[in-house]
């Protein structure tokens, strides 16, 4: 297995893969007719995101290839345009690594952590020795780039993890408040999942409440949180009483799931329906920042009932409205309480996340800009607010806490 590696630092990830790709067109073209095997594509091409996926497809089209000589494997694409038989390439995300196998030559991807690169490199070689080029960050890049002709999987593994930047995944988050909170959120969500189903009798729901309850007193007790635990336990039952400061956990509650961190939305993409010749292929749901940073046009359709954008463009600046002090910050807020006044800006102009944002509740928590920056990267989506930082849902949590052990430690 042959692998080449491609150093990813300021340049636009997606230009650097169009290049690559039409650079071995010729190459994946010829293997496409000397091997028409149903279960085999030339190349496969892997990133991070729907976004950059939809792209990228652009780009390729636009450097020459047919649109449908592309497989298309993504979140939210629709099965017809997933299909591999007789394609010149596939295109996806993390989608492309479940449940998908097909032999290749040929795999193109992003990794800038050191598990998606494992897991991606892994598809190439499968059946015969292949070629991987990966985009990568610095430290990653120079460590590859002095690599034997030879290695072993053990030890090529080994160096891997220590070429990657260590990503602090706040592992503290579990033992704090908020992060008891969370626990006790998706606890009371199974339970009364169990009791909407109508397959829980009142002793059967008290004896599952007795052992969610033992669990995360076992938990507590294990991590040193005790403390956290009583106050996370303590916030659910004010907020069961109707105790003001408390109501938040109602909408925290049903926003609650194992994933959760921004706002979901749908969104009917005009120039994705224009791609695929189809109305319904043009919506799919979308990361309400993601589409705040790229989306062209973004519009509310009362009809549709739904976002509307005309694409996926350049980045723009998106800020929130400078409403808050000082007094605001350590507190959990609700977006229906601020529905005239909290905007959402996309290059200066008013975006009709706005309203969206209030016509369906959602928590968010606000923090000085200056206490916590230094510690954020782009697993914590927030939004700037004059000289705070906002972020919604899951996040908020994360980012209160965040700034509480900030304050903590200075």
Known sequence: MELTPVQVAGDDPVEVLVSRVVGLREEIERLRRDIPDDDYIPAVVIVNSVLSAIRLEDRLVEAGFARDSLAIIRGLSHRAV????????????????VGVDFRCDYLLFEAFEAASFLQRFG??????????IALVPPNAFEGMRKLPDEIDRAAFEERIYAWYPSAEAYPWFVTTEHGMITAR????????????DG????????????????????HAERLGCVTENARAKLAFQRCATGKSGAQWLKTYRRLNRFRTSLPSVKVHDFMEQHRRQDWEM???????????KRAVDLR?????GMLTIKGIGKYR?????????????????????YRDRLLLYQDGEATPASDLMGRRNHIFAVVPKADVEAELDWRLPVFEAGKYLIAFDGAALMLLELWRRRRKAA
Request: charged share 35%; net charge negative; glycine share 8%.
């Open 82 to 97: 997933r299909e591999t038989r007789g394609k010149l390439l596939a295109l996806g995300t993390s989608a492309v690594e």
């Open 123 to 132: 598809r190439v070689g499968r059946h015969r020795a292949g070629k991987a």
């Open 185 to 196: 959120a998706l606890a009371e969500n199974l339970v009364a999942t169990v009791e909407a």
């Open 199 to 218: 397959q829980g009798r009142p002793e059967v729901l008290a004896r599952l409440r007795e052992k969610i309850e033992a669990i995360l007193s076992g």
């Open 282 to 292: 043009g919506e799919y749901e979308a990361d309400l920042a993601m589409l705040l």
């Open 300 to 304: 509310w359709n009362e009809k549709l």
């Open 317 to 337: 600046r998106v800020h929130a409205s400078e409403i808050f002090s000082d007094e605001d910050c350590g507190l959990m807020l609700e977006t229906e309480e």
